[in-house]
């Protein structure tokens, strides 16, 4: 059977890079002695995917993965063992069976963001409450520089096109959230960084700004 599986990942574990969240998830699921699938050759691994790299540094609540079994295993169980694997941070939150055939990188269709903005002032945090909602309403054009085999080719996006608005929601005396549907299409999706500097731009005196993946959508439903 195949499973996919929501994970946090919090705390340190920000830090730690895609592929070796990937070992993390890999060796957890060794010791939980349930029966994976392996790859074939000479260095065979667990069939397990991480379905959309998170940056650096970026805490989420919200990861995807799959993993196939070479039986079938309840959906709790599976949790519980991993769970009892997994270090502080990471933590498996929901499972489910999946009978599709497609990887599940390639139906992965949009990302999820929250961003905490905090400004200097409550005159400053008005403003930007006055204007919040027409953010996206202006083009916020970028040029991305890419160098391969000593050939460099630039591109220019504006990153608006990617974004939709989904709320914004008041949290503290100087503080709001703002939450972001993120596209994820054939050609690319954004960078966390890139949406961090949008919204620095178009809000005035922010004192420090943080963000947080929520989720990704499979096939453009929440999982």
């Keep these: 059977m195949k499973i996919i ?29 349930l029966p994976a699938k392996y790859s074939e050759g000479f260095n065979p691994h667990p069939k397990l995917s991480i379905a959309f790299p998170l940056s650096l540094g ?20 599976f949790v519980n063992k991993m769970n009892d694997s997994l270090p502080e941070g990471l933590q498996i939150i929901s499972a489910s069976e999946f009978k599709g055939n497609k990887p599940l990188p390639a139906q992965i269709v949009s990302q999820e963001y929250r961003l905490n903005v905090c400004f200097k002032s409550n005159q400053d945090l008005e403003q930007a409450l006055k204007i919040a909602d027409a ?75 943080t963000a947080i993946r929520t989720n990704l959508n499979f096939v453009d439903k929440s999982v």
Excluded: P
Excluded at 165 to 171: G, N, T
């Design 5 to 33: 599986f929501k994970y946090t990942k919090l705390g340190k574990l920000k830090y730690i890079s895609h592929l070796d969240t990937l070992r993390l998830l890999q060796r957890a699921l060794r010791r939980t002695g």
């Design 58 to 77: 970026i805490e989420s609540i919200g990861e995807m993965a799959e993993v196939e079994l070479a039986i079938r295993v309840e959906r709790d169980v």
């Design 135 to 209: 953010i996206l309403a202006c083009d916020y054009n970028i040029i991305r520089v890419k160098e391969k085999k000593n050939k460099v080719t630039k591109k220019e996006i504006n990153i608006v096109e990617y974004l939709t608005l989904m709320q914004i929601e008041a949290q503290s005396d100087l503080t709001f959230s703002i939450d972001f549907k993120v596209a994820i299409t054939e050609t690319g999706s954004l960078k966390i960084e890139e949406i961090r500097d949008f919204v620095s731009t178009y809000f005035q005196n922010i004192d420090h700004l």
